[in-house]
């Protein structure tokens, strides 16, 4: 018989330490093996316990739990999911988390269970099993460090024809900024799709946009899409590129769920596809399920270079190794050797390929 996955479930609140207990409990993989209602708690249970993965409150009486998880990601590193409240504070604290090493973050039921608890329930069995498989980086030494520095040699006249589309889930916010910041300020024009609630995208951009050398923003309906620009899908939106007159633009639209997201990667690949010309790239970061693998494939066969990352550098190698599984990437790479890899534009090989 398979081992269970071993969860503790740290919040102070007794109702929602109920709804996630009778969530994870529901399934035959997942087992609460306990609970704790403070940080000091849950540091004694995880010694005696020892589980797979922790789910973990922000706000919790005694000690906060970004503090907590601060202190656990350099002692004992463990697999982490958050549970976070869809505010504009709640964004930033959940940010905090992840750049700490939290794998995911789960929304906060309400006191209410206002919407679809089986939902919920199958959200929060989802990602617990994948934060379960998910390769944790110890805090001494994140991700982002791991990757080069900028570029040299870039001079701001460098003219880039080539766009670069990409797509991530989880473990992506992380590994988004890990590849901008690999790039210079005069980079290609930049879409990217990162599965991310609507009240944390915006909030998202504006880290990006601090931390790296270009211009990151969330995409606004009709802005033009320039070089030396990167722009953020918004949450429960899709991105899709449109060429208006001569000039590439974004759209935004709220339609159906594709793979079970909004905004989806596959309808960001797809209308680069469309839209612009072989000389696009795509690639696909770590994230849980399959989403973007298919539309890496067509951006693949369409004549377009294609990147997927590696397994080893991944937190979760569900969209990479399902587009790896499918044949659709020409390259796989390494977090820390994308970036330089984009500014390069690929040729050779695609033309190699377009005349097979």
Request: with cysteine; net charge neutral; aromatic share 4%.
């Amino acid at each position: 018989m398979k081992k269970k996955i071993r969860v503790l479930v740290v919040d102070d609140s007794a109702l929602v330490l109920k709804i996630l207990t009778t969530a994870l409990n529901l399934t035959d993989d997942l087992e609460v093996v306990g609970t704790a209602t403070d940080p000091f708690m849950a540091r004694e249970k995880i010694k005696t316990l020892n589980p797979d993965v922790l789910t973990l409150d922000v706000e919790m009486p005694r000690m906060d739990g970004i503090s907590f998880l601060g202190n656990l990601m350099r002692l004992r590193p463990m697999p982490v999911v958050m549970i976070s409240t869809l505010t504009s504070k709640g964004s930033e604290v959940t940010l905090n988390a992840l750049e700490l090493g939290a794998v995911d973050f789960i929304a906060k039921p309400s006191a209410s269970l206002q919407g679809n608890i089986e939902e919920f329930a199958r959200e929060v069995q989802e990602k617990v099993r994948a934060a379960a498989g998910a390769r944790v980086q110890p805090l001494e030494k994140p991700l982002v460090a791991a990757v080069a520095a900028k570029p040299s040699g870039i001079r701001s006249s460098t003219v880039f024809k080539h766009m670069i589309a990409i797509g991530a889930s989880t473990g992506g916010t992380e590994a988004i900024k890990a590849v901008l910041m690999g790039l210079p300020a005069d980079c290609p024009p930049i879409v990217i799709t990162q599965h991310i609630p609507s009240q944390f995208s915006a909030s998202y951009a504006r880290r990006l946009n601090d931390t790296c050398a270009m211009n990151v923003s969330e995409a606004s309906h009709n802005s033009p899409i320039l070089s030396g620009h990167a722009y953020i899908a918004p949450g429960d939106q899709h991105l899709q590129i449109f060429k208006t007159n001569g000039k590439y633009v974004c759209k935004l639209s709220s339609g159906e769920r594709v793979n079970r997201h909004r905004p989806a990667v596959d309808v960001l690949f797809d209308s680069v596809i469309e839209h612009a010309d072989k000389s696009a790239i795509g690639v696909i970061l770590t994230g849980m399920g399959a989403d973007g693998a298919q539309g890496l494939l067509r951006m693949y066969e369409h004549g377009c270079y294609t990147i997927a990352q590696d397994e080893a550098s991944s937190v979760v190698w569900g969209m990479p190794g399902s587009a790896v599984n499918l044949g659709a990437a020409d390259e796989v790479l390494p977090l820390s050797k994308i970036a330089a890899r984009l500014l390069q534009a690929p040729r050779a090989d695609r033309g190699r390929r377009s005349s097979q």
